[in-house]
């Protein structure tokens, strides 16, 4: 199965799929290694890692596709691409989600946003006009129905932050609308209580996913509830980067005071990034040998 097809049949699984966020390759290799059926590569914590920057539209679009073909060659989980705005006009969403299909993304995001866009829990959020946002999903579809045509594929996750300026009920409109265009999935961004949850899912067809920020605006609910309320993808784009960052201040701190502070041993760092995976294969090639260090 290609990953599209992997990642549609997760999505009719009567379940709601735990998705850790990634933000590199590594990050995404641990994912899968922890046995996750699926990931996302969280625009936020991408531009965070490889910037340094908050994700406010400073990453360009080679960046970003840099990064999705590192995940996915690092990776054999289906990925969800954040695909922003698309990066221009129509034709722009059309190129992008091109790009994202033949750097082996399993689905590519795209959201109404005007941009440069920002990150669906902070302030100064703002969204195009209606009809600038169908015609964004509209264009994803479109490219979508022709990489089918050519033998390629890709799921198309429709975004909209309408309910920050706009109010619940033009999001759901939006994402209703999305749904009729042909998106696969939808997202509407921010809900801020659970009867607000349960009003998106009780009114929109299809799979849905729900964004979960620790400290956001949506409540974070166990996995059981959100499955109850309708959905089938919990997403937690800021859960492992939160991690990382907390672990690698408290260790630079505890350096400052010649401590080392508990980590992962030696071994399992190696073994975990793909050192003795690259020992058995090259153990076929005798010239390769001699690269393997004694250790």
Not at 265 to 282: E, H, M, P, Q, T
Request: proline content about 4%; overall charge negative; hydrophobic content about 40%.
């Amino acid at each position: 199965m290609t990953s599209a097809e992997t990642l549609r049949a997760l999505l009719a699984e009567d379940t709601c799929h735990i998705m850790p966020c990634c933000f590199d390759a590594l990050s995404a290799k641990l994912i899968a290694q922890e046995g996750y059926a699926l990931t996302f590569m969280s625009g936020f914590a991408a531009s965070a890692s490889r910037i340094g920057a908050p994700d406010l539209g400073l990453m360009s679009y080679g960046e970003v596709l840099d990064q999705v073909r590192n995940i996915t060659d690092a990776t054999n989980i289906p990925l969800i691409g954040d695909g922003d705005t698309g990066y221009g006009n129509a034709m722009n969403v059309r190129r992008t989600v091109a790009g994202f299909a033949k750097a082996g993304a399993a689905s590519i995001m795209i959201e109404d946003q005007l941009a440069p866009k920002r990150c669906g829990h902070t302030p100064g959020k703002a969204v195009v006009s209606r009809d600038e946002a169908f015609d964004r999903v509209r264009a994803a579809v479109d490219e979508r129905e022709a990489l089918r045509a050519r033998g390629g594929d890709i799921l198309i996750l429709a975004r909209t932050d309408a309910r920050h300026e706009h109010g619940l009920g033009e999001a759901i409109e939006r994402a209703a609308k999305f749904s009729g265009i042909g998106a696969d999935i939808l997202f509407v961004e921010a809900p801020r209580s659970e009867g607000e949850m349960r009003e998106i899912c009780r009114s929109l067809p299809g799979p849905k996913m729900a964004n979960i920020v620790e400290g956001g605006d949506t409540p974070d609910l166990p996995n059981a509830a959100l499955h109850d309320i309708g959905y089938t993808i919990a997403a937690y784009p800021l859960s492992l980067m939160a991690a990382a960052m907390q672990a690698m201040v408290t260790t630079l701190r505890a350096m400052r005071q010649d401590q080392r502070p508990n980590q992962m041993d030696f071994g399992n760092l190696r073994s975990r990034i793909g050192f003795d995976d690259y020992y058995a294969a090259s153990a076929r090639y005798a010239s390769s040998l001699r690269l393997r260090s004694d250790d």
